[in-house]
């Protein structure tokens, strides 16, 4: 199983970046994706997650009604699109890949990515 993330990179404060994580090797359909993030001397948090069906979403107070997360089960693709970005955003973001239901907890998920820096800056 491999999780390929994409899309990070620099942008200044207000600005607008699209994270993509593309999945191999499993069912793409039958796993719930989520993205987290480790900003530097933190630890790795929850921002936001897609269930498998794709109905039910969940996000982290940090970024609700900033960042919206959506997948493409044609393409085994999770997105996540993030607007209105601030300094405190900058991390590396993580996808994450877990068989069956949908959760928020980072130790739930059996597969991740490498990981995608996005750098936020005034």
């Known amino acids: 199983v491999q999780l390929q993330a994409s899309g990070g990179g620099s942008v200044q404060a207000g600005g607008s970046l699209r994270l993509s994580c593309t999945a191999s090797?499993?069912?793409?359909?039958?796993?719930?994706m989520g993205w987290f993030r480790q900003a530097p001397g933190k630890s790795r948090e929850f921002v936001a997650m897609i269930s498998h069906s794709g109905i039910t979403t969940r996000y982290a107070d940090a970024v609700k009604g900033r960042f919206r997360i959506s997948r493409d089960d044609a393409l085994d693709t999770v997105y996540l699109q993030m607007n209105n970005l601030k300094i405190e955003d900058t991390a590396v973001y993580y996808c994450g890949a877990r068989p069956g239901g949908w959760a928020i907890e980072e130790w739930e998920y059996e597969y991740w990515g490498q990981g995608t820096l996005v750098t936020v800056s005034s």
């Open positions: 090797g499993v069912t793409f359909s039958s796993y719930s």
